[in-house]
């Protein structure tokens, strides 16, 4: 199947892992506990100069809702200007308004923003009230792709929602289906016709550290590793490519 694949990289080993294995293209972020904010400076840098690797950086200043303050904007409009200044080639942002509906024109601005780059409209998407209503908007503002689950937890459980978009979107948008995409599923998503699958592969890697205070809470949220972080299954990545060149 000649569909674009796409990995949520949380490291440079990820986007590493990546590049080694032929994905099209990784998105950037950082904070995976909070589904992906803006990544460093020096990781973004880093991470262009990998070759035969298309770059997505993540422009999202905070965990939470989509719902943004103007000092909040202005924040991601200076990230979207550095992000093309190191040689992105897309951003990834969403932005809704109160009611649950795209907020078109600060979408327009962060697309114009982008010159030469690409721009994908994140799942913020799937928070929408209604997503035929925000297909619609996310093609006025000049978006190039939109990433979803057809307004569900997984792509799977909104695979119906997902064909309908592919449909309705008539080339106008790229359509990336997201969320739980594994070697068992990815056929069957890539069947509904989108132009790429998005997936992270995650692996919890475990630290390294021989000495674990166990009275200390750096974050203070439970359920979060102290002593892990997030990686990308290489072997798993191969699998999902197996599967769409198979």
Do not use: W
């Not at 006025?140 to 459980?157: D, I, P, V």
């Amino acid at each position: 199947m000649k569909i674009e694949t796409e990995l949520c990289a949380f490291s440079l080993e990820a986007c590493h892992a990546a590049a080694r294995t032929g994905v099209t293209r990784v998105e950037l972020c950082a904070s995976p506990y909070e589904g992906g904010t803006t990544p460093s400076a020096a990781l973004i840098r880093r991470a262009r100069q990998i070759p035969h690797l298309q770059l997505s950086v993540m422009i999202r200043p905070r965990g939470g809702d989509f719902l943004y303050t103007d000092e909040e904007f202005e924040l991601m409009l200076d990230e979207v200007d550095f992000a093309r200044e190191c040689g992105a080639d897309c951003v990834v942002a969403g932005m809704l308004t109160p009611d649950g509906r795209v907020d078109e024109e600060r979408t327009a601005r962060l697309v114009e923003r982008c010159g030469s780059m690409q721009f994908t409209f994140h799942r913020a998407f799937d928070m929408t009230r209604d997503t035929a209503e925000a297909l619609e908007s996310l093609v006025r503002a000049g978006c190039y792709r939109m990433l979803t689950s057809g307004g569900r937890n997984t792509a799977m459980e909104g695979i119906d929602t997902i064909r309908a978009l592919v449909a309705q979107s008539a080339g106008r948008i790229a359509i990336m289906a997201g969320s739980g995409v594994s070697p068992s599923n990815v056929r069957q998503l890539a069947g509904t016709g989108v132009d790429a699958v998005h997936f992270s592969a995650r692996s919890q890697v475990e630290s390294g550290m021989t000495y674990r205070n166990p009275v200390v809470s750096m974050g203070g949220v439970p359920g979060i590793p102290e002593y892990a972080s997030v990686g990308a299954d290489e072997t798993k990545i191969r699998e999902i490519l197996n599967q769409l060149n198979s």
